[in-house]
């Protein structure tokens, strides 16, 4: 792993920083605390002798002396303040990020029109099994994803990057895709035109279907202009499950791999060009939208009705 995949990776960064913290607070509470109530002990030994001696000599000493003399010595260093101190909260971070749920935002607009480019969702980790973080093993079997989910994995061909699609075919199903139409297992998807879609951050138009996913109803588009055949090298492991023609393709779905597509047909770079997403890939189910980035930084109020679950 080079230094550009270890900056690119959060959870590692988060990993390290949780490590780092959680040593100097355990050191902290367990070594450098009681260093200094040794020292500090014995400064306040010496110190209530001398007090016992001057007192004895007709002396008075004001006791606030003591005690600011015992908050000296048993305060924290800089550096373990500022650095320990993170610890609870960089844990927390960890493990609400691990486990139960991660923040994504969406860069492109593959997803078109669900999910719209700057739209900040919220990702659930632990539908799919429990995964240790960062080398994504899972540990606990929960759920399978099923046809209609919108999940977010790891690219395929670079394990740095995270993608997020629909799961159009599960292990085992059989999806063709001819003139821009699916069939899952031999049974047509249905669709239902609605008006035209505006992309706004291309100031084009794209036809606009409710497709019936077996029973999973959601938004795509497609691009007239695009070709039915799906232009590239088709080689990808698994690829001899695939065929393609000029009207499209059709895959059968191995086990333990998911077949992937975008909502934005025609614009997206998905399980037809580089093949399935095994289960190992798995990060988690997209569910809600939190925020879009534009209302922050385009002050584009009208996108906060955006706000809430997309499934």
């Known amino acids: 792993m080079n230094l550009q995949s270890i900056l690119g990776n959060f959870a590692l960064i988060l990993f390290i920083l949780t490590i780092l913290t959680g040593v100097i607070w355990f050191l902290d509470v367990f070594v450098f605390a009681k260093q200094r109530k040794l020292v500090a002990d014995a400064a306040l030994a010496e110190y209530d002798a001398r007090r016992e001696k001057l007192s004895a000599e007709g002396l008075k000493l004001e006791t ?9 010595l048993m305060r924290q260093p800089a550096w373990i303040e500022y650095t320990g101190s993170f610890f609870p909260v960089i844990l927390l971070v960890f493990c609400l990020r691990s486990f139960l749920y991660e923040p994504f935002k969406i860069p492109s607009s593959s997803m078109l029109p669900t999910l719209l480019v700057g739209d900040l969702i919220l990702v659930n980790k632990f539908t799919y099994g429990i995964r240790l973080p960062i080398i994504n093993k899972k540990v606990i079997e929960i759920n ?10 790891k690219y395929p061909k670079d394990m740095t990057l995270d993608y997020i699609k629909r799961v159009i075919g ?10 821009k139409r699916l069939t899952v297992n031999g049974q047509e998807v249905s669709y239902k035109e609605l008006p035209d ?16 996913l077996l029973g999973v109803h959601h938004e795509i588009l497609n691009d007239e202009r695009a070709p039915t055949y799906v232009p590239g090298v088709h080689e990808f492991p698994h690829s001899e499950l695939c065929t393609y023609d ?14 992937m597509m975008g909502d934005n047909r025609d614009n997206s770079a998905d399980s037809r060009y580089w093949g399935f997403v095994p289960d190992e890939n798995i990060v988690g189910k997209a ?18 009705k955006r706000i809430g679950s997309f499934q």
């Not at 399978?144 to 994995?153: A, H, K, N, T």
């Open 170 to 179: 599960v292990p085992g199903d059989k999806i063709v895709y001819k003139d």
């Open 246 to 259: 000029l009207d499209g393709f059709a895959c059968t779905v191995p086990a333990g791999n998911y077949f």
């Open 197 to 212: 879609f505006l992309d706004e951050e291309r100031l084009t138009y794209a036809k606009h279907y409710e497709e019936n």
């Open 64 to 72: 606030s002396n003591r005690e600011e003399l015992k908050a000296n």
């Open 144 to 153: 399978q994803p099923q046809r209609g989910d919108v999940m977010v994995f």
């Open 287 to 304: 569910f809600g939208i939190w925020m879009n980035q534009n209302v922050i930084t385009n002050l584009e109020f009208k996108k906060l």
